[in-house]
């Protein structure tokens, strides 16, 4: 019986262990472009910790793999906001915003406005093609 509890107990922590070890996880990152995107994806995997890190332009959803023993999605979040991006809880010093580039900055409605243009251009085009 002692023998069974121990095994039972190893694998619980083993099963509990491995499962910190890839964490998954999501953050709302702001942001308008494929610039925008590498950025974001090279500061989270250039944190300690992070395994994967896919930003989407549309959606602005980070979507996050992580030793959970080693960061957590706050650490992550600050380190987005270090190279400029907000994120839903956190927001960028206007320092850290200023860095972005000139086409990045997703706090003007008008640059958003022209990154939207562009989407719908591509569209199009890509809708010419198909006739």
């Not at 395994?51 to 706050?74: C, F, G, M, P, Q």
């Not at 958003?112 to 890509?126: A, L, P, R, T, Y």
Request: glycine share 4%; charged share 35%.
């Amino acid at each position: 019986m002692k023998k069974i509890l121990i095994i039972t107990l190893l694998l619980i922590g083993t099963t509990t262990f491995a499962q910190n070890k890839n964490q998954k996880g999501s953050l709302e990152v702001d942001g308008v472009c494929l610039m925008c995107k590498a950025r974001i994806e090279k500061a989270c995997l250039t944190s300690k910790g992070v395994k994967s890190a896919v930003w989407n332009v549309k959606t602005h959803e980070l979507k996050l793999i992580y030793d959970a023993r080693k960061t957590d999605l706050k650490t992550i979040s600050t380190t987005v906001t270090k190279v400029g991006h907000d994120t839903k809880e956190l927001k960028a010093t206007d320092e850290a915003y200023a860095t972005v580039h000139p086409c990045c900055r997703y706090r003007d409605t008008k640059i958003v406005d022209d990154h939207k243009d562009e989407e719908e251009g591509e569209k199009h085009k890509n809708d010419d093609h198909k006739h």
